[in-house]
């Protein structure tokens, strides 16, 4: 069972009152002030040299972490990669690098470039692996990730400017799946529709709980919609900053600096509890996301619209200035065009990706 959210407001207000847009107005704006400063539109890239195109859009998953070193694999989710091929059979091909990589069922099916948990699946099953195959892209390659049973998710934001020798943790967010709360009258589908958040994504929630759609929560009851933790889903966040340790940003260090020239972005991680979480240990590392990462304290409940923009605007400078500073080193960002190549094969992608569970 998922960590349950304290009492208090499950959504900034800027959010429900915002559409995501036009929230994202601004930050573009500031995107492209920087931009015109540093003389590039795509300088972020060189931010991450490693990570194919720093990890700023349409990046490889599976190429960010076969770039962990010792300390990082031991606190990283075993995953098997599938290429789809056509004319082989797929699920054979997935069992075999599932026994390879020594990942058993469940199982997390997720696109290798995709973002916001789009096509993200739980998989328990032979039956349901060969169904979740059998409506991936031609060309595509998927992640087979051992699913981590776990009862907290957290989003911890890492940054080392390239002149430094340590780095350190300035977000951490803890981020509790789309649920809703029973009250001992309306059903769950009743308390979908009435949250104007979760409602945008009531056709994908009743899909997966057909039995229960119809039934009266209990008073209290906590009932989980989705495991896919995303904003676009209805995911809650909260802040939790103040409970980073010197113990937990040692460790984020230590599995950072292993990475080759990793100096800005967000581990996803699970963990056994927040008290765990503090000694830096009892958690294991889901993802990294690089250049491209948002802090997700600014979509806590509690978070307020111009906090939010000065935390954007302080993020991008930062890693425009980390950009600028490998570019003196010698690294080149990717170029305008390759950027917006890797833009649209993940969306061509994206669109084409089977419903999240």
């Given amino acids: 069972m998922p960590l349950r959210p304290p009492a208090g407001p499950r959504y900034p207000r800027f959010k ?7 929230f994202y107005v601004l930050p573009t704006l500031m995107w492209l002030t920087l931009s015109l400063r540093h003389g590039s539109v795509t300088l972020p890239t060189a931010a991450n040299p490693a990570m194919e195109a720093g990890g700023l859009w349409g990046e490889s998953k599976s190429q960010a972490l076969d770039l962990f070193g010792p300390t990082g694999r031991r606190h990283l989710a075993r995953f098997a990669v599938l290429d789809c091929v056509a004319g082989r059979d797929s699920t054979a091909a997935a069992l075999a690098a599932m026994a ?9 099916g ?8 789009w096509g993200v699946r739980v998989l328990k099953t032979h039956a349901e ?3 979740y195959l059998a409506v991936q892209p031609q060309g595509s390659r998927i ?3 051992a699913l ?9 934001f890492y940054i080392r400017r390239p002149d430094e020798a340590r780095g350190r943790i300035v977000s951490m967010a803890v981020v509790h799946p789309p649920h809703v709360i029973g009250d001992g009258r309306r059903t769950v589908g009743q308390l979908v ?14 899909d997966r709980h057909p039995k229960s759609w119809h039934e009266v929560l209990p008073e209290d009851a906590f009932h989980m919609l989705t495991n896919a933790r995303s904003a676009r889903l209805g995911a809650v966040y909260r802040d939790v900053l103040s409970e980073v340790t010197p113990e937990l940003e040692q460790v984020i260090d230590d599995i950072s600096r292993e990475i080759p020239q990793f100096h800005f972005g967000r581990f996803d991680i699970r963990f056994a509890s927040l008290d765990e979480l503090r000694r830096g240990k009892g958690f294991c590392v889901v993802e990294l996301n690089g250049a491209g990462a948002e802090m997700l304290h600014i979509w806590a409940g509690d978070a307020r619209l111009g906090n939010a923009y000065r935390t954007l605007w302080q993020q991008y400078r930062t890693l425009f200035a980390i950009g600028a500073r490998m570019r ?8 305008l065009l390759g950027m917006i190549r890797l833009q649209r094969q993940q969306e061509a992608l994206r669109r084409i990706y089977p419903p999240s569970s």
């Avoid at 390879?100 to 469940?106: G, M, N, S």
């Avoid at 529709?193 to 056709?203: C, E, H, K, S, Y």
């Fill in 143 to 145: 992640l087979l990730q």
């Fill in 328 to 335: 003196r080193q010698g690294v080149r960002p990717v170029g």
């Fill in 100 to 108: 390879e990589a020594r990942v058993e069922f469940p199982v997390v």
């Fill in 110 to 117: 997720k696109p290798d470039r995709g973002y916001q948990g």
């Fill in 16 to 22: 429900r009152r915002i559409p995501e847009r036009l």
């Fill in 129 to 131: 692996l060969s169904d």
């Fill in 148 to 156: 981590v049973d776990l009862p907290g998710e957290a989003g911890v």
């Fill in 193 to 206: 529709q009435a949250d104007g958040i979760l409602r945008a994504n009531a056709d994908i929630y009743r």
